[in-house]
Every structure is written in C-alpha cells, then in structure tokens.
C-alpha cells in the first residue's frame, strides 16, 4: 500500500540533511521502532549546554528518514532544553503532515535525543546520579 507524502517529507527523503557520524560524539544513541522495524542512530556533539552537531543514520522508510532529517534541523544550535521540547507532534506540524500510519515514526529521533540528554546528565551530572 503506497501512502500519500506532502512535498516537504519527499524533500527531506531525497536530500535528508545532517546525514552521518559525528567521530567525537559526547551521546550516541540507538532506538528502535517495534511498529515497523526502523532503526535510528543520532549521533550529539554538546558545547556550552547547547547542540554543537547532531547526525544521524536511520534504517527505515521514507517517513523516518524525512522525520530524522528534519529533527536535526531543528535541534543544531538550540540549548538542550530547547532541543527536549521538540516532539513527535512537532516533527510532524513542521513536515506539514504525514499519513496517520506513519505518525510513529516521527517519535524515534525525538525519543532517542531524551534517551541520549538523560544518560548524559547521569554521566555527567553528580546530582542526577
């Protein structure tokens, strides 16, 4: 069943930006989608409590790549607790929209941004140990 994509979503598909590894990453984080199978690997490079780089490598569909793509976008240069207020319904309003079977997977940068931010301040941070 094919879906319908807004132009927007193939753009960030055909070109996605911040493709990649970052070598020196402070955060690598790894989350998996249990729906459809799709994986994402965001890569964050932190300076001064703000997103310095952030890359990433996604095996998935069309929707996760568009989703992580834009993620990225978002996020560089923002302080982390900006970047933290960033969600799945944001992702998709600044896509302009995705199929409603496709929704899910614009939680998997997202998620794994917080999943990175929280070990992170773990690690890092004696007070949240």
Do not use: W
């Not at 990649?20 to 964050?44: F, K, N, Q, R």
């Not at 990225?72 to 207020?85: F, H, S, Y």
């Amino acid at each position: 069943m094919g879906y319908e994509f807004n132009e927007k979503v193939i753009e960030h598909f055909e070109n996605p930006r911040n493709v990649g590894e970052i070598e020196d990453a402070d955060i690598v984080e790894t989350v998996g989608s249990p729906v459809c199978g799709d994986m994402l690997t965001l890569y964050i490079k932190l300076k001064d409590d703000k997103v310095e780089d952030v890359k990433f490598k996604t095996f998935g569909c069309g929707a996760a790549i568009a989703t992580s793509s834009i993620f990225t976008e978002m996020v560089k240069g923002k302080t982390v607790d900006e970047a933290l207020k960033i969600t799945s319904d944001v992702v998709v309003d600044a896509l302009g929209g995705l199929p409603e079977k496709k929704v899910h997977c614009s939680l998997l940068a997202p998620d794994a941004f917080h999943n990175a931010i929280e070990k992170y301040k773990k690690e890092h941070d004696p007070k949240e140990q």
